[in-house]
């Protein structure tokens, strides 16, 4: 138990589908990520947000949209994907932006039909 | 573009027999860390070795981290069948941005 949780652990949904992934941190940190991990493939980083902030697009396609209300929360909105989105989407969360170890949920494995 | 190489991709041993895996990186990093992910299941932050760092121990572990060389090394001591989970280099670059490599799958058996 990293501190860090995310919901649902597994999801399936259709290409003309819309839905959400919910992540929490528990650590008081102040900076959260979301990361793609495919197989076969070193794990991607998506979206960095520091104090809320968005500082990072890592060139994601517009059907993924991040939200973060809050430095506890982050969301990742799906809609319209693609069946090579099919991953397990990790969340994670660091006391800063920069230095610091990461601390990473157990992420939800999406599947994509 | 990948930074962090892992090598071996596999690696099989014996329980109580060492582990070693080594990562190459190409630029320049502030830090380098390693992490280890059961299978299916989240990263666990093992060490971090900054780049004024030559080695860091923490338990069973051990990392060494040569600049010069561009290349760390994961000295797992003493394994034990729980030990069985990929091992992941990850360097922050210039950029602060953390890059995975695609990890070492090391296998302990009982």
């Known amino acids: 138990e990293t501190g860090v949780t995310q919901t649902p652990r597994h999801l399936v949904m259709g290409m003309t589908n819309k839905k959400s992934l919910k992540c929490e941190q528990h650590?008081?940190?102040?900076?959260m990520y979301w990361y793609k991990q495919s197989a076969k493939k070193p794990l991607e980083l998506m979206f960095v947000?520091?104090?809320?902030?968005?500082?990072e697009n890592n060139s994601v396609p517009s059907r993924f949209s991040p939200e973060c209300p809050n430095s506890s929360h982050l969301f990742l909105h799906l809609h319209t994907l693609q069946p090579e989105d099919s991953a397990l989407y990790l969340c994670?969360?660091?006391?800063?932006?920069?230095?610091?170890?990461?601390?990473f949920g157990p992420g939800t494995r999406l599947t994509v039909t | 573009s990948q930074q962090g190489e892992e090598d071996p991709q596999a690696l099989s041993i014996q329980e109580g027999e060492n582990a070693t895996m080594n990562c190459s990186y190409k630029?320049?990093?502030?830090?380098l860390q390693w992490y280890r992910q059961n299978s299916g299941r989240g990263l666990v932050h093992l060490i971090l070795?900054?780049?004024?760092?030559r080695e860091k121990h923490s338990g069973r572990l051990r990392v060494t981290l040569d600049t010069s060389k561009k290349s760390s090394s994961l000295l797992i001591t003493a394994s034990r069948a729980a030990d069985t989970a990929s091992y992941f280099c990850?360097?922050?670059?210039?950029?602060?941005?953390?890059?995975f490599g695609k990890g070492t799958l090391l296998t302990v058996n009982p």
């Open positions: 990850a360097t922050e670059g210039s950029n602060y941005k953390l890059t």
């Open positions: 947000y520091n104090f809320k902030e968005q500082t």
């Open positions: 630029t320049s990093i502030n830090n």
């Open positions: 070795i900054r780049s004024n760092e």
């Open positions: 994670a969360s660091s006391q800063a932006y920069r230095g610091e170890e990461q601390y």
């Open positions: 650590l008081g940190h102040n900076a």
